[in-house]
């Protein structure tokens, strides 16, 4: 079954209002986790890095005051898609390892993905 | 140059054919290795890890060099269920760096 849990799966928004996207690890903690973003036939594409009780640290071309994120907790990160306009459609991916190590040896685990669509 | 770079596909081989994907990655201080797969708008999976040694499973077969910071996927006896985007994954610790992918379809 999934270790990293994603939500929602699917989510359709108006232009200019906010989403916010939950990836939960299900049974290890995660000092750690990456967002990724994957437009169409493109490849995934890490947006940034969450990072559990400090800021989280995003890659070059990514609005931080845009795509807000919260590690509040050793097992949830957020993602907040701010004012979203309709280049903001796209899958976005959130990953997680096991900080103890135990689950998986160092392997990634992913969440199922959410397809935000910006009308 | 990428961090990580691939072989552009896409590859279209018969079943039974066997397939090789290359991957050559920058930064020499990456410490771990994968390849993932991914199905068409779905998330990608691990398909193995990547050791120094070369590992084997089934009809998988993945390799490292170091030296030449490249790594390797050779898929023998294609199956349909093959065709998919393989991703190759470089792990410096603090960062994961994913290649392009390299799509393959498997054709009857």
């Known amino acids: 079954g999934a270790v990293v849990s994603q939500h929602p799966s699917r989510v359709i928004c108006k232009s200019g209002t906010s989403v916010k996207i939950e990836c939960r690890s299900l049974?290890?903690?995660?000092?750690?986790m990456f967002w990724y973003r994957q437009f169409p036939k493109q490849s995934l594409m890490l947006m940034a890095t969450?990072?559990?009780?400090?800021?989280?640290?995003?890659e070059q071309g990514v609005e931080k005051d845009k795509f807000l994120i919260n590690h509040a907790s050793l097992t949830l990160s957020t993602l907040t898609v701010t004012s979203a306009h309709p280049e903001d459609s796209s899958f976005y991916i959130c990953?997680?390892?096991?900080?103890?190590?135990?689950?998986?040896?160092?392997?990634?685990?992913f969440g199922e993905g959410s397809r935000l669509t910006v009308l | 140059r990428k961090e990580v770079e691939q072989d552009p596909g896409p590859f279209n081989v018969p079943e039974g054919a066997t397939v090789a994907f290359n991957c050559t990655y920058s930064n020499s201080a990456s410490q771990s290795f994968f390849w993932y797969r991914q199905d068409c708008r779905k998330e990608p999976k691990l398909l193995m890890s990547v050791y120094s040694s070369g590992n084997e499973d089934g009809r998988f077969t993945a390799q490292l060099n170091r030296a030449s910071q490249y790594i390797s996927l050779l898929i023998r006896d294609s199956k349909l269920s093959d065709s998919a985007t393989y991703l190759c994954v470089v792990d410096g610790g603090f960062k994961t760096i994913f290649g392009a992918g390299t799509r393959l379809f498997v054709k009857a």
């Open positions: 990953s997680a390892r096991d900080s103890a190590g135990v689950r998986g040896g160092g392997e990634l685990f």
């Open positions: 969450s990072n559990e009780g400090s800021k989280a640290t995003y």
């Open positions: 049974d290890f903690q995660a000092t750690t």
